[in-house]
């Protein structure tokens, strides 16, 4: 057990900010460092939060050998790999945001480097520390309704977000929004595995500028013949800043499990916005001294995993069976037909 550890969040913005308040409240944190390249907002997260020091390149928490921990929330995704491999390196324990990396082969060093160097490495699937879905999951591993024979989950985000997602990376919606859910139920399921995805795009709003997708549905089949469908749009219109609607059937041969997961049970009117519904994003929201979502109670756990040497929940080898599996329906869209999995494009 130790008493404390220091922290370093690399990237600050909307997630990073909430990783830095979680890490700040916690008495498990001694020095919180930050790295932010964006000047106004590495003021404003300084000041916001208790923070040991704040520094613009990300390199100078690498080199401190007083940071033992590093989170890894900044944009494009395509900086993640550097930063984890480097911080992996040197030793120190890392959490990242999704999704793992951006190939397989960068998925095996940094899992391989994280084994070799003995440090706790996971990434954030927080959809798992929302209570709605471990209960999906408890209610599974416990055989409450049965053999399951078919789950769907159907996601849905504002046009808001995922014109901020696509504007920053080519990367799918299976990618980007749907890879949640996937790691969601595949974390149900286990020990199933997936043998077999089929997966199509729809797009008639993003694609008058771009040729990213409005929506992608992905079908996959279990080893046991158990079926998955989940679908993830971005193109809903603003309900919330960052407003996600999400609706979960979970069918076995013994009962169903519901999950309204719409965010439709605070219901706030005022003549200026129309109807909005607050607490409604997939991290969630600090409300006073509480948290409404997952994303606090995830960073809690990971550093109570580090502190106390516990297992992490997301291990960073079911990411990376995530990642086969998006990287699969990706394929399964491009060539129109199913596709076999696990995908082993690189040997
Ligand atoms: N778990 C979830 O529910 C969830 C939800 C949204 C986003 N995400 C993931 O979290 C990550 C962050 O997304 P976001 O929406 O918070 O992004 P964001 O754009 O709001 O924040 C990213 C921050 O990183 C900073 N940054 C960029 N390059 C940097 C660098 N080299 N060094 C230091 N800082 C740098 C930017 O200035 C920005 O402040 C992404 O990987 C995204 O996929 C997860």
Not at 252 to 264: E, N, P, V
Not at 326 to 337: K, N, Q
Request: glycine share 6%; with cysteine; hydrophobic share 40%.
């Amino acid at each position: 057990m130790i008493e404390q550890i220091n922290v370093g969040v690399i990237g600050t913005g909307w997630c990073g900010g909430i990783r830095t308040k979680a890490c700040s409240d916690n008495p498990l944190v001694d020095k919180l460092f930050i790295a932010e390249i964006n000047d106004a907002r590495r003021a404003e997260v300084a000041e916001q939060y208790d923070v040991h020091e704040a520094v613009s390149d990300w390199q100078n928490l690498i080199l401190n050998p007083d940071i033992d921990t590093i989170i890894i929330s900044a944009t494009p995704e395509t900086t993640h790999y550097p930063m984890a491999l480097a911080a992996l390196q040197a030793g120190k324990n890392v959490f990242m945001e999704k999704p793992i990396a951006t190939t397989l082969e960068q998925a095996d060093e940094l899992i391989q480097t994280a084994i070799d160097k003995e440090v706790k490495f996971t990434i954030g699937y927080s959809q798992r520390f929302n209570s709605k879905y471990a209960y999906v999951q408890k209610a599974l591993t416990e055989g409450l309704i049965g053999e399951p024979v078919t789950c769907l989950v159907s996601r849905h985000v504002t046009r808001e977000l995922g014109s901020k997602i696509s504007g920053r990376t080519a990367l799918s919606p299976a990618a980007m929004e749907a890879t949640h859910d996937l790691d969601f139920l595949l974390w149900c399921l286990r020990p199933r595995k997936p043998v077999k995805v089929y997966s199509q795009t729809a797009g008639k709003l993003f694609s008058k500028n771009s040729d990213t997708p409005d929506h992608q549905w992905i079908l996959v089949t279990m080893d046991d013949g158990t079926t998955i469908t989940v679908g993830a749009g971005w193109i809903l219109p603003l309900g919330y800043p960052n407003y996600a609607h999400t609706w979960i059937e979970v069918i076995g041969t013994d009962g169903a499990l519901i999950i309204d997961d719409s965010h439709k049970d605070v219901h706030l009117t005022t003549t200026k916005d129309g109807i909005r519904y607050p607490m409604s994003s997939m991290p969630g929201e600090p409300v006073n001294h509480t948290y409404a979502g997952p994303m606090y109670e995830e960073t809690v756990h990971f550093l109570d995993a580090v502190c106390r040497n516990k297992p992490v929940l997301v291990k960073p080898e079911e990411a990376k069976e995530v990642m086969d599996l998006y990287t699969a329906a990706d394929l399964s869209v491009e060539r129109g037909e199913p596709v076999m999995l696990p995908v082993n494009s690189y040997g």
